[in-house]
């Protein structure tokens, strides 16, 4: 017998950019509009390119998994990121400078 319809989970609406606040992969292929890709999980990401650009993601060791994040700008060697999950299930922007050593590489 199927849940009741109250006893099913609610899922919080977020606007066209903003959904997928728990996964930062999903995210960063959201804003990037490559959902159609298989990316995996951030730690295992092989290929990855050195060079950084907007509209592109880049691929960190942080967190067990390792993190992704979307390159919202570039200036310099500033990255400007706008990223889910950096903070649990949140979307949040920072600045990371591109040699950062957590650095694993690029998604263009």
């Given at each position: 017998?199927?849940?009741?319809?109250?006893?099913?989970?609610?899922?919080?609406?977020?606007?066209?950019?903003?959904?997928?606040?728990?996964?930062?992969?999903?995210?960063?292929?959201?804003?990037?509009?490559?959902?159609?890709?298989?990316?995996?999980?951030?730690?295992?990401?092989?290929?990855?390119?050195?060079?950084?650009?907007?509209?592109?993601?880049?691929?960190?060791?942080?967190?067990?998994?390792?993190?992704?994040?979307?390159?919202?700008?570039?200036?310099g060697d500033t990255l400007y990121l706008k990223e889910a999950n950096y903070s649990p299930c949140q979307v949040t922007t920072r600045i990371l400078n591109r040699y950062d050593p957590?650095?694993?590489?690029?998604?263009?």
């Amino acid at each position: 017998m199927p849940p009741r319809a109250s006893k099913l989970p609610q899922v919080k609406r977020y606007g066209s950019n903003e959904g997928f606040a728990c996964n930062c992969v999903l995210y960063s292929k959201l804003r990037a509009n490559r959902m159609d890709e298989s990316w995996g999980i951030p730690k295992d990401m092989k290929n990855l390119s050195s060079e950084p650009r907007i509209e592109g993601t880049v691929i960190t060791s942080e967190g067990p998994l390792g993190h992704a994040a979307h390159i919202e700008g570039i200036v310099g060697d500033t990255l400007y990121l706008k990223e889910a999950n950096y903070s649990p299930c949140q979307v949040t922007t920072r600045i990371l400078n591109r040699y950062d050593p957590r650095i694993r590489g690029f998604k263009n």
